[in-house]
């Protein structure tokens, strides 16, 4: 067996808050926003209280050549350098934090709050602070009050006065008095509640010998909370531990990329989160797509002799700044965002991976500092990238090396002109006429209701700006800021209705429920045809739009003339032909 790279250290809750208080233990989360609902911290507690695990804590003790770890949390501490960090259990040591001592967290806008638990000796309960247990006598209003009164020793003096306003409470409601087994169980929950700071929580503590790469393995095969943790998890950790100005501005980011600017439209493609973004600076700034290049890269390591040197750690830091700059810029953002829009990817709804959306910007990125691609050519060329990755899932499956072949490409690349053709070469080689007339129509040949082939026909009657099936009105209108695209708006709705196919014995959902047989509706159109059978609510519209504007409504909407009068399965085989050519035109039309 292989010598142990931790220590298993048994702590209670108030010595781990104490010395995150007093800086001895560096929580990054105290600068973060904090991503737990209120209702989760009061679980935790009530946990607590029941006497229920609630996880462990991991720590790492400070390599001595961390010189930056005294950025983490404030550093008005007795300890200017942590000497253990927190790798994993920071959300858990947080909201204690914030719940028992009062410590103000970010909240995921990046503004300043408190979190507020209220507690009820008498019955035991915790609950989400709001003004009704403000004015309940019986109700502890924020249990920080406890933990103060403990720490000034005047737990006695807050236990009488709460007694005392409880007992006038029941008195203005017409109620008994408390009576004394009832203060007698007042005074224990307190005491209850005050004994949550011994609370043994299991940590362990990875020593300073382990590396980057050690201590990321560590943590990607730990098992927390349920929840298998993550490579993206640790290097965020570490951001914070390198330069907390950096994981500032990335968490200021995220806040604001949803937000619309100088006329922009409202982001609705990616919820952005720290870890798309130091994917999106190590692909800018280093062309590496593999997230675990960062910790190396911020570790100091030269990816080329393997050599690990302080200088190498400051250029690395510097190079990953620029690119930081370049990614958070909320104009590159805004066009950029405005480039998914435009190639019909207009709500995260219809992009099946959010891989698509970062490297697709790494590339915009790159071919706007890098190679300097005039901003007409730029547009032109990702709009179509975005299309086709898209579509075909290009970021699917093995997109760490898909991506990293893309960049060792790239770098046989010298100029704009040369960018744009190779962008263009392998969107070719991915839009074949084979593609377009054997690979989509197989790929529509499922009931996948996250299909990438789906979600890229909609995105091309989005581009063509069809409107829906018997409408006037262009689909992309329900998908933008502003309506609901839900069932009081639009319907997606089965071309042969379902109820309809399981009379005349199409009992599997596989088959009723194919891509083929999809449609978008508005409200109104959605009800008028309901389970009816196609050739009868066919025929009332048919006669309604004309023959002229019928065959346009079947053109548009990728429906064989007379499908009314198909066969079910032959109706399937012709429109997934008709569908993937809609896709075509899309495309062609961004060529233009």
Known sequence: MGKELFDNIPSRVADLLADVKNGRIGLPDLQRPFVWKDNKVRELLDSMMKGYPIGYIMLWASPEDYENTGHIGKNDKMYKRPDDLVIDGQQRLTALLAAMYGVTIRDKNYKERKIRISFNPLTREFAVWTQAYERDTEWISEINAVFAADQEHTISKFRKAY?????????????????????????????????????????????????????????????????NLTEKNFIETLIAVYDNEVHDKIN?????????????????????????????????????????????????????????TQNVREENLKIFKESLDMVTNLNNWHAFMNLFSSAGYLRSILVASTNAVVFSYV??????????????????????????????????????????????????????????????????????????????????????????AWYGYLAAINVLGTPMLFSTTPLSQFFVLGTSGDKNAVDKHHIFPKHYLEQIGYSDDRDRNQ??????????????????????????????????????????????????????????????????????????????
């Open 163 to 227: 007694i005392k306003t409880a007992n006038e409470g029941r008195q203005k409601n017409g109620v008994a008095e408390l009576t004394e087994d009832e203060e007698d169980l007042i005074e224990e929950n307190i005491k209850d509640l005050l004994n949550l700071g011994i609370y043994s929580l299991p940590t362990l503590k990875i020593n300073s010998k382990a590396d980057e790469e050690d201590v990321a393995d560590i943590f990607v095969r730990f098992n927390s909370g349920g929840q």
């Open 252 to 308: 200021k980011f995220c806040a604001e990329s949803r937000i619309p600017a100088n006329g922009t439209s409202y982001n609705q493609i990616l919820v952005v989160d720290p870890s798309h973004l130091i994917r999106m600076s190590v692909g800018v700034g280093f062309k590496r797509a593999r997230l675990r290049y960062a910790y190396m890269l911020l570790r100091g390591k030269n990816l080329k002799t393997g050599e690990i």
């Open 363 to 452: 590339l915009y990125l790159i071919g706007k500092y890098e190679y300097k691609v005039s901003s007409v050519q730029l547009q032109k060329i990702i709009r179509k990238w975005i299309f086709m990755s898209a579509i075909t899932g290009f970021y699917t499956g093995s997109t760490e090396s898909e991506v990293e072949k893309q960049f060792a490409d790239l770098r046989n690349v010298r100029t704009a002109d040369e960018f744009v053709a190779y962008l263009d070469s392998v969107i070719a080689t991915r839009f074949t006429d084979d593609y377009f007339t054997y690979t989509l129509p197989g790929e529509l040949n499922s009931s996948s209701a996250t299909s990438p």
């Open 515 to 592: 891509i083929a047989n999809f449609t978008y509706l508005d409200y109104p159109t959605n009800i008028d045809i309901s389970d009816d059978p196609p050739a009868e609510y066919v025929s009332r519209y048919r006669e309604k739009l004309g023959e002229e504007g019928y065959k346009l409504a079947c053109a548009q909407n990728a429906l064989p003339e007379n499908f009314e009068r198909l066969e079910y399965p032959a109706f399937l085989r012709q429109r997934r032909i008709l569908m993937a050519q809609i896709v075509r035109s899309a495309y062609e039309k961004l060529s233009e």
